[in-house]
């Protein structure tokens, strides 16, 4: 039995998961879970920043790490 056919679009060929990346419907609905604060996405660094917190939470094989305790403290750019 043969599987249907899936439309060729850019999220069929590739996963946010394959290429480590984050899903931008995600991003979009994810907020910092100690502020409640909204987060940006640094692709250079993997990371998701919370500049209200001074929080960067880590994304792994594009799952973010939303725990307080996997944060890394960032600096104030300002």
Do not use: F
């Amino acid at each position: 039995m043969s599987k249907p056919d899936q439309p060729a679009t850019p999220a069929h060929r590739t996963s946010p998961r394959s290429t480590g990346s984050v899903d931008v419907k995600m991003l979009e609905l994810l907020v910092c879970p100690l502020t409640y604060g909204p987060l940006e996405y640094d692709c250079d660094e993997n990371e998701l920043l919370s500049k209200r917190a001074g929080l960067a939470y880590p994304v792994r094989d594009g799952i973010p790490i939303m725990l307080v305790s996997e944060a890394r403290q960032i600096e104030d750019e300002d």
